[in-house]
């Protein structure tokens, strides 16, 4: 019953709601495993040379790879998160735009569901052959791929959303004299909100995917690439970095979309 | 003024296999600024006249009309207040009672005015920022009722608003209505099950039958403008409550 602490915290004059605050364990024990983990991965490949560093490199030898990639490296994350960025936005907004003209149109929504469904299950990277005939190995091709996989997110997300604004919001909002155009801005729009939000983070997380499988099959630059070529090589270090790197910048991009939605949706009941 | 007729209104849901008659040639005459109760077995179409009224949806005959004008659809000047939680959780409480006016166009500063005016009526003065999902739902009914004030309706529709609340709340509630209902008098309709509210709140009492639903009988409430919680105790009071259950139960074993 938070609500009901809340409610008391908020009465000026009332006494403070709790007086020692119980201490959260929850981060001490991530940052625990986590080193764990890392102390783990140097006793079995630096300190007890147990794994063969073909199949884990050391801590060392990752340094080894940083140092001696340098710029590359930048130039090649650049790349990746820049088309991530690109093909996310750009999906994503056209997914919630023909979403939300879906379900306001129902023909729209009759002509374009079938294919939609239709090509929902498929996974974007089973289309690189395609895309790689139509756009070549250049930016446009891969900006495709991540851009229709946010779009397709985002399309069923959004329509999905629509349909659950309860119709109690709609009624009350015409009995205290909204238009149809005001039942539509000031009560299904700001109602949605949480759940495009939630889609927009399914979407990056699908758009690293996406995009850095394109990569693997041909790209001027890109951590897709710097990972194929090394493994071309059998140089297990840059193979590793370059994963690490993809995960980095998903995790930094992932915090960022929760903490802004977490604050834009601070009404929201749970999250 | 605000004077509700409904006249000889029919209401069939026909679906492709069933044919429900929710509402049965019905009339009534709600006054200006009168209370009318609504009281009925469930499932017996009160909701359906509520939501007929609202114009939410259409009759199948007959007319429903406000002031001689015919009710074609929800507009502003009837507000409606519903038994599930309407009130909008990505407003603030202040943002909430202001949504009616600024739908309306009505200007920043005679908003601001209003707004307060409502929220002290309801006793949330103190809640303005908060949002809705901070409140008790008691507190979150004190908005809805604060909203579809301050819309400014010449009639307010309730349908079994308080149906929800457990009785302490409920009372606060029938307390809080009736302040806001001195402050600023409107034709209310009030859709209940619970004879004691209905008796409590109305002028009239309108009992209905189960469906398809009809007027059985129309009480009059005797008790005038002032009345608190004690009037509960009053013979008087206890033998209008026993003969409306009484006439229920007689319309309910008709059919059952």
């Known amino acids: 019953m938070t609500r009901l602490d809340e409610t008391a915290a908020a009465v000026p004059g009332a006494p403070p709601a709790a007086a020692a605050p119980k201490r959260n364990l929850g981060p001490l024990i991530s940052i625990g495993v986590v080193t764990a983990l890392l102390v783990l991965w140097w006793t079995v490949t630096t300190g007890t040379e147990t794994v063969k560093q073909l199949y884990l490199p050391s801590p060392e030898a990752l340094w080894t790879a940083i140092t001696t990639l340098n710029t590359q490296l930048l130039a090649d994350a650049g790349a990746t998160l820049g088309r991530v960025l690109a093909s996310w936005i750009g999906g994503s907004a056209l997914g919630v735009v023909i979403g939300l003209a879906m379900a306001r149109a129902r023909w729209l929504m009759y002509a374009l569901n079938p294919i939609i469904e239709a090509v929902r299950p498929v996974p974007p990277v089973a289309l690189i052959p395609f895309v790689i005939l139509w756009f070549g190995i250049g930016d446009s091709g891969k900006l495709f791929l991540g851009a229709l996989a946010c779009f397709m997110v985002m399309v069923v997300n959004t329509t999905v959303a629509v349909g659950n604004v309860p119709p109690v919001y709609l009624q009350a909002a015409r009995s205290l004299g909204a238009d149809s155009g005001g039942v539509y801005r000031s009560v299904v729009l700001p109602a949605i909100v949480p759940e495009i939000l939630s889609g927009f983070r399914i979407g990056s997380a699908l758009a690293f995917a996406v995009v850095v499988a394109a990569e693997f099959l041909g790209a001027d630059a890109g951590i897709g690439r710097l990972i194929m070529q090394a493994s071309r090589t059998l140089n297990t270090a840059v193979v590793l970095l370059g994963t690490i790197c993809i995960a980095l910048m998903a995790v930094v991009l992932d915090q960022a979309i929760s903490r802004i939605s977490a604050h834009v949706t601070r009404w929201a009941a749970q999250r | ?256």
């Not at chain 2, 007929?52 to 001689?68: E, H, M, N, V, Y």
């Not at chain 2, 709340?169 to 209902?181: F, I, N, P």
């Not at chain 2, 059985?216 to 009071?237: E, I, K, T, W, Y």
């Open chain 2, 1 to 256: 003024m605000a004077q509700i007729t409904i006249d000889s209104v029919s209401k069939v849901f026909a679906t492709a296999r069933k044919r429900t008659v929710a509402l049965n040639e019905t009339s009534l005459t709600i006054d200006h600024c009168e209370t009318v109760c609504v009281v009925g077995p469930s499932g017996c179409g009160k909701t359906t006249m509520l939501n007929l009224i609202a114009g939410f949806i259409r009759p199948t005959a007959g007319s429903i009309s406000l002031d001689g004008r015919e009710v074609e659809g929800p507009a502003a000047d009837r507000a409606v207040v519903f038994q599930a939680d309407a009130v909008f959780p990505w407003l603030t409480v202040a943002g909430n009672i202001a949504f009616g006016p600024r739908m309306q166009g009505m200007p920043r500063a005679r908003r601001a005015e209003r707004i307060e005016r409502f929220l002290d009526l309801v006793g949330l003065s103190d809640f303005a920022k908060a949002y809705p999902k901070e409140l008790s739902g008691g507190m979150r009914k004190r908005v809805d009722l604060a909203r579809a004030y301050a819309s400014g309706p010449d009639v307010l529709l309730l349908d079994e608003p308080f149906g929800a609340l457990d009785l302490f709340t409920k009372e606060t509630m029938w307390t809080s209505l009736r302040r806001v209902a001195d402050a600023e008098p409107k034709t209310i309709v009030f859709v209940t099950h619970d004879i004691e509210e209905a008796l409590f709140l109305g002028d009239r009492v309108i009992v209905m039958t189960p469906r398809p639903a009809r007027v059985h009988s129309v009480v009059d409430v005797p008790f005038g403008p002032d009345r608190n919680l004690d009037l509960r105790a009053d013979p008087d009071f206890q033998a209008l409550r026993i003969d409306i259950a009484h006439s229920l139960r007689e319309v309910h074993d008709d059919t059952a």
